[in-house]
């Protein structure tokens, strides 16, 4: 597979978010995973945030008001405030990394079985139509162009110059 090679679910039976905790996913949402650049890879521990700020700056150019809230969680900004309306999680395959993404496009879990004490509620997307496939094809796309302008090359020494 290569680098943004992907693979779409329509639904997860057993997924997953941080620390292994259960993550609901109802048909008509996105579940992705998809593989990272070499250079991504490279950040170590940053690569989790410079890939929050790509999916981060991709949506925000598709026009969805959004916010990364450190380590994993996609934040929708809307006139109620605010809510999680997705998670990212990067695991090392092979010595490659692997981006699994979930946004709530159409539906978000209820209150009742989010886990006791969380920060944000989950939110949907209020008025998505269409399939998931294009705006998967859409996302990448601003992913890639976000990667060229902002990360390609990157090293964690430009990222985090030291003070």
Known sequence: VPPWGAIIAHRQTSGRGQLRRGWVSPPGNLYVSFLLPQ???GLGTLASLATGF???AALLSMNIPTRLKWPNDLLLSMETGEGKFGGLLL???GGRL???LGLNLRS???DGI???GKAVPASALPSFEGSVFPFWLNLVSAMRAAYAV???GATPGRLC???
Do not use: F, N, Q, T
Request: hydrophobic share 50%; glycine share 4%.
């Open 91 to 93: 695991e090392e395959k």
């Open 108 to 110: 978000a879990p209820e």
């Open 39 to 41: 250079d991504i890879a």
């Open 161 to 163: 110059p030291a003070a």
């Open 98 to 100: 692997v981006a699994g």
């Open 150 to 152: 902002s990360l390609a």
């Open 114 to 116: 989010m886990r006791p």
């Open 54 to 56: 790509m999916v981060h």
